[in-house]
């Protein structure tokens, strides 16, 4: 049985604790991140994507390259590593790259030219640690690459995460979706992004008159008190999308329809990653107690492996943090899900017993049957308390006269009635009792 520990008075140090934002996942916290991941796995499975691992540490030219060079990630959020051999490497922030570098490097489009993608991890992100967002998270993404452009896949990867929000019985789902267009559309309307905030430069907050130059489309994300009645009148992009993205968001949304998954059109989503072209998704989890931001986020970026040196190639995806998911169930009272508990439970009376135990368990584990013990516990009343709390069907008591005898008590958890049986057939009888 895995039980929250008691805090003990004398603990590490503070210079050697968890470093700011990281945290370890215990124990007693694991059903939870068993049951995100198995689901996730289920999710990927139906929906036909193969898992794929790329390393913790990426070249950090890659999130340059790709997330962006004005983008607060990479201005201020990566953890920077240099190399004895003086090459600069980064901690992942997200895992979107790093999945389009593997298609390129290993030619994965070679061998189906559409590949769908799915992982989980760690990421890491030197942001200010507040509820819900921290430095060290776990993200669990999908990836369609290749293929050809078809909305249908944009609507797919949000299926998958609506589905695995669903799932995971989250409550209150709310889609925000929008298009920030294309090569063609894009610039126009940055143009008359500048052209409506010029005059009003003033009155904005530092960071807007940065990105007024650097990133314009990131005006609409400020969440500054001051830019907000500004934000409210700027031009809208719906009205000034070309006719292919305007068709393409056109489609995601009817399909969507089709699915019955709900969403709410947000003009203003324009996503913190620059590599996204047209479609744009977030997720967000409304009610009370579950204010931590997008649990998902995501959407298309067509010009991405081109940005990395491969030929133009669609891409979708988005991708969930683990840790909201997993504070949202908390906090919508989810129960921990429960552990299966073991089926056979070892107790052993004196030294000779504890030797022999050891063998006995491995008999049980090759004829695959769940077993566990507390050999580190002497009395025979510990052990048997141990197994009721473990919620065992059966304890298997070994002692001096058992040894001696070549055989071992089967006693069933439930009754209280026991047996003893011959050690040569004691597989075949823990089976009729589990009967
Ligand atoms: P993102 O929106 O930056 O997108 O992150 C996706 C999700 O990761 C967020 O919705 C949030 O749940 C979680 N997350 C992000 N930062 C933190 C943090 N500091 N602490 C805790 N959780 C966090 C991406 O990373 C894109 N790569 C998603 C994507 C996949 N786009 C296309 N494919």
Request: with cysteine; aromatic share 8%; hydrophobic share 35%.
């Amino acid at each position: 049985m895995v039980k929250k520990p008691i805090k003990e008075k004398k603990t590490v140090p503070d210079a050697l604790k968890t470093p700011k934002g990281m945290h370890d996942v215990l124990p007693y916290e694991f059903p939870w991140w068993l049951k995100v991941s198995r689901t996730a796995e289920k999710i990927a499975e139906f929906y036909g994507f193969l898992k794929i691992e790329t390393p913790v540490l990426e070249q950090a030219g890659l999130f340059a390259r790709a997330v962006g060079e004005d983008t607060d990630i990479v201005q201020k959020e990566m953890f920077i590593v240099k190399t004895k051999g003086d090459d600069t490497l980064a901690l992942r922030p997200e895992g979107t790259a790093p999945v389009a570098r593997a298609f390129l490097e290993h030619s994965l489009g070679k061998s189906a030219p559409l590949q769908k993608l799915w992982y989980e991890g760690p990421m890491f992100r030197y942001e200010n640690p507040q509820a819900g967002r921290y430095r060290g998270f776990h993200q669990i993404g999908f990836e369609i690459i290749g293929g050809p452009n078809d909305p249908m896949y944009d609507a797919q990867v949000i299926l998958a995460t609506q589905r695995l929000l669903e799932e995971l019985k989250i409550k209150n789902i709310n889609l925000k979706i929008n298009s920030i267009g294309c090569r063609v559309c894009r610039p126009i309307y940055k143009r008359q992004l500048q052209a409506y905030y010029k005059p009003h430069l003033k009155q904005l907050c530092g960071d807007c008159n940065r990105r007024y130059t650097t990133n314009p489309l990131r005006l609409l994300d400020c969440k500054n008190e001051k830019c907000q009645p500004f934000k409210e009148k700027a031009p809208n992009f719906f009205d000034k999308l070309c006719l292919t993205c305007s068709t393409h968001l056109k489609t995601v949304l009817e399909y969507l329809d089709e699915l019955s998954v709900s969403y709410a059109l947000d003009n203003q989503l324009v996503r913190g990653l620059d590599y996204y072209s047209r479609t744009v998704f977030e997720f967000y989890i409304d009610g009370e107690g579950v204010n931590l931001g997008a649990v998902a986020g995501g959407g298309r970026y067509d010009y991405l492996i081109e940005l990395l040196g491969g030929r133009p190639t669609p891409g979708v995806g988005g991708a969930l943090g683990v840790e909201r998911l997993i504070e949202v169930m908390k906090a919508q009272g989810e129960v921990a899900p429960a552990r299966i508990p073991k089926k056979v439970f070892i107790i052993h009376v004196g030294e000779q017993a504890k030797k022999k135990s050891l063998n006995i368990i491995e008999e049980i584990r090759k004829a695959n049957i769940s077993v566990t013990e507390a050999l580190s516990r002497e009395s025979l009343k510990a052990q048997l308390k141990m197994a009721d709390r473990e919620g065992a069907a059966l304890a298997l008591i070994l002692g001096q006269k058992e040894i001696f005898e070549g055989s071992i008590i089967i006693r069933d958890l439930k009754n209280s009635l026991q047996e003893n049986v011959p050690l040569d057939r004691m597989i075949e009888e823990i089976r009729k009792h589990l009967k």
